[in-house]
Nanobody
């Protein structure tokens, strides 16, 4: 399973960006898809997730609630993260991830895409 993230960039505070993550490869089922972010020297923070196995439940980190929106396009195997009202503290490398069942023997596995840099200037 390969995940390709894109859409990062430089934006002024208050601006917006939309990240995309395209998935490819073979699998039986996707249990969850989401986005995390990480600054150098810090732990990775999970910011948004769609729990497909739980009927599409969406959960956001408190730090992004009301500003970020996660969505997915099944036909395109793509997950999006719409980020509005961006703040300088949102500056991070953003990673998409998927919890995937490739076969019944291995059980669910988590795959991470490469990061995309988001920089918010004040």
């Amino acid at each position: 399973v390969q995940l390709q993230a894109s859409g990062g960039g430089l934006v002024q505070a208050g601006g917006s960006l939309r990240l995309s993550c395209a998935a490819s490869g073979s699998y039986l089922r996707v249990n969850a898809v989401g986005w995390g972010r990480q600054a150098p020297g810090k732990q990775r923070e999970l910011v948004a997730v769609i729990s497909i196995a739980s009927g599409g439940t969406i959960t956001y980190a408190d730090s992004v609630k009301g500003r970020f929106t996660i969505s997915r396009d099944n036909a395109k195997n793509t997950v999006y993260l719409q980020m509005n009202s961006l703040k300088p503290e949102d500056t991070d490398v953003y990673y998409c991830y998927a919890v995937v069942l490739r076969n019944a023997v291995r059980g669910p596995e988590i795959f991470w895409g490469q990061g995309t840099q988001v920089t918010v200037s004040s």
